[in-house]
């Protein structure tokens, strides 16, 4: 029986969380080298690999990269900032959390397709109702994922900082944001996560680049090996950039939490 610590190990990590994409790629390789999924509804691995090459020489895959992830870091940054100022004002005022929280939750229950029509009014099909668009999506992870955490920070800590003279924002930053920064990390994973959702949603319908647009450009073309290229680096992007902020936010782990 594997211990607990053979699964930690670095390498053991690596090589376990390979053999699934291993595994899908050998499937994908047998079904279309056995012509049980023809080429039009299925290509291989290699026909996408050479859809990726022509994109990459044309510089049209890297401009596409580029500009989705500018806009994904974007709003990304502005909707997770927004989040944590909404959610200290929920989580640590009772009557931001009267006001507050109802019109949120309505708001949060709209999907995200149903407001690209009205951005678009509003913003034009420009960069701007795609990078709002996706600070929405951002903003409510962090917003619910802080705000439920400093409603629970543990009372008796907070009545002993305040013994001590503690107030206002010398109470947030001594006591209350150190109890909450694991899930100020969370939140802001899930809200990055969510940036790449609401990214495809902005550039599945108003947007000349990115690799939204490279969807529904090769929808529209037939180009199913462009769309399965498509989709897997932007599941490459969502795990980089995901494993970028997770580096980053272990500085923070080791200096507060």
Do not use: C, N
């Not at 989580?91 to 507050?100: E, H, I, Q, S």
């Not at 990115?210 to 769309?227: E, P």
């Amino acid at each position: 029986m594997w211990s607990g610590a053979f699964w930690s190990r670095r390498s053991v990590r690596i090589i376990g969380g390979m053999l699934l994409p291993l595994a899908i790629l050998t499937a994908w390789q047998a079904v279309t080298a056995s012509g049980v999924v023809p080429p039009y509804r299925l290509p291989s691995p290699a026909s996408v690999l050479d859809a990726a090459v022509a994109l990459t020489e044309s510089g049209q895959l890297g401009l596409h990269i580029a500009i989705s992830l500018q806009r994904v870091l974007i709003g990304f940054a502005i909707g997770s900032a927004i989040g944590l100022a909404v959610a200290a004002i929920v989580g640590l005022t009772r009557a931001g959390d009267v006001l507050l929280t109802p019109t949120l939750a309505a708001f949060r229950a709209i999907p995200s397709l149903a407001l690209v029509p009205l951005l678009i009014l509003w913003l034009q099909i420009g960069e701007e109702s795609k990078i709002t668009l996706i600070a929405i999506g951002a903003f409510f992870p962090v917003f619910t994922t802080v705000s439920s955490a400093l409603r629970h920070v543990d009372p008796h800590l907070v009545e002993m900082a305040r013994s001590f003279g503690l107030r206002g924002w010398a109470l947030l930053r001594t006591v209350q944001l150190p109890a909450v920064v694991p899930s100020v990390i969370a939140g802001l994973r899930l809200a990055l996560a969510q940036s790449w959702l609401f990214l495809v949603a902005a550039e599945l319908i108003a947007a000349s680049m990115g690799l939204g647009y490279l969807l529904t450009f090769a929808q529209s073309t037939g180009r199913v090996d462009q769309i399965l290229l498509a989709i897997i680096v932007l599941a490459l992007l969502g795990t980089l950039t995901d494993g970028l902020l997770s580096l980053a936010t272990r500085r923070v782990l080791k200096r507060w939490a």
